[in-house]
């Protein structure tokens, strides 16, 4: 019914800046809030960032001050755009949505498939 779709991983060097998107189509009624999680190899999954449907966010600590996340409500799009990254922001990132699928009155939480982001010179 909802699907999303990721794109903009990458190699990248210490540093540097990637940018990460992320697409929510289907029977989607209203999106509520947005946002990144990350899994490194062998680490459990961790929220890195949330935008709210009104633009309020959130970051994990390490991530403020070098990432930066936004959305775009009339195209159900969210982005995470990352600079300054560092060796150990290695990981897939998942992004994510809470939607109300048209004919519901829940919210349901859908992924992306993820996306690799490997900092590495």
């Known amino acids: 019914q909802v699907q999303l779709v990721e794109s903009g991983g990458g190699l990248v060097q210490p540093g540097g800046s990637l940018r990460l998107s992320c697409a929510a189509s289907?029977?989607?009624?209203?999106?509520?809030?947005m946002g990144w999680y990350r899994q490194a190899l062998g680490k459990e999954r961790e929220l890195v960032a949330t935008?709210?449907?009104?633009?309020?966010?959130n970051y994990i600590d390490s991530a403020k001050g070098r990432f930066t996340i936004s959305r775009d409500n009339a195209k159900n799009m969210v982005y995470l755009q990352m600079n300054s990254l560092k060796p150990e922001d290695t990981a897939v990132y998942y992004c994510?949505?809470?939607?109300?699928?048209?004919?519901?009155?829940?919210?349901?939480?859908?992924w992306g498939q993820g996306a690799q982001v490997t900092v590495s010179s």
């Open positions: 994510y949505a809470d939607v109300i699928v048209s004919g519901s009155n829940y919210y349901y939480k859908y």
């Open positions: 289907g029977s989607i009624f209203s999106i509520a809030s």
């Open positions: 935008i709210t449907n009104v633009g309020s966010t």
